[in-house]
């Protein structure tokens, strides 16, 4: 009888044991390795050029209860993540593993600090009054610049090399000869990234030219305010202001 109970004991040990939950870094190791194993099925679906600027700054956080999410640097980063790539990501996941419910993109804890509590600098000097025109329609219409989206980090190749050229021309001269230039293709090729690049390589040089770089979206936002604003005389001349509009 006290085998028995001896017996008995040890199988109840052994199977809290078993139930226990795993500690968080054997998980966090599993979550990595996953992740890992995904990476040349992304290569192959977006390609070495957007999997380098889009898909290797994520980092896996948690998967639970069908929800990846997925960590990302920046704002700016985790919209377009979320608007190109977090659909087939979920995709090309359940593929491998499982399937899961969605894909949310967040950005890390130590970023969104960042943007929540900005340090303390002075107050940058007011803009000469003759720069104030001038300052008005770009603040007003732009859209953020990605840093990362210049002419020296763009990889070109045989499917863009033409697009590259004629995105060149347009930065280095007044634009009379492709205007207006129009790009096209596959998603992660590259479009916005010359059309980026184009805008930080006017503004390099200096001259005076006003650049504007808003999306499709933006311009149908500002469109439809001035007609409900009954601005539209406004909205008109801001455009027309510009140099360069992209």
């Known amino acids: 009888m006290r085998e028995a109970v001896k017996a008995a004991k040890v199988q109840d040990v052994s199977a809290q044991e078993a139930s226990a939950p795993l500690p968080a870094s054997a998980v966090a190791a599993g979550l990595q390795n996953m992740w890992a194993e995904v990476q040349p099925l992304l290569q192959k679906e977006f390609g070495p050029t957007a999997c380098k600027s889009w898909i290797a700054p994520i980092r896996p956080v948690r998967l639970d209860k069908g929800i990846l999410e997925l960590a990302v640097g920046s704002r700016f980063v985790r919209d377009w993540v979320k608007t190109h790539y977090a659909d087939r ?146 909205f008109k001349e801001a455009l027309r202001a510009v140099d360069v509009l992209l």
């Open 89 to 234: 990501i979920r995709h090309i996941w359940a593929a491998r593993f499982a399937a899961i419910v969605r894909v949310d993109v967040v950005v890390a804890a130590a970023e969104q600090d960042d943007d929540a509590a900005p340090p303390a600098v002075a107050p940058p000097a007011a803009p000469a009054p003759a720069a104030m025109e001038k300052l008005s329609a770009e603040d007003a219409l732009s859209s953020p610049l990605d840093p990362r989206f210049t002419f020296g980090n763009f990889v070109v190749g045989a499917s863009n090399e033409m697009a590259a050229a004629a995105a060149r021309r347009v930065a280095e001269s007044d634009g009379a000869l492709f205007n207006p230039l129009f790009f096209y293709g596959n998603v992660g090729l590259g479009k916005t990234h010359l059309m980026q690049a184009v805008a930080h390589a006017i503004r390099a040089r200096g001259d005076g030219r006003r650049v504007v770089y808003m999306s499709a979206e933006k311009f149908m936002y500002q469109f439809v305010r001035a007609l409900r604003t009954k601005d539209m005389v406004s």
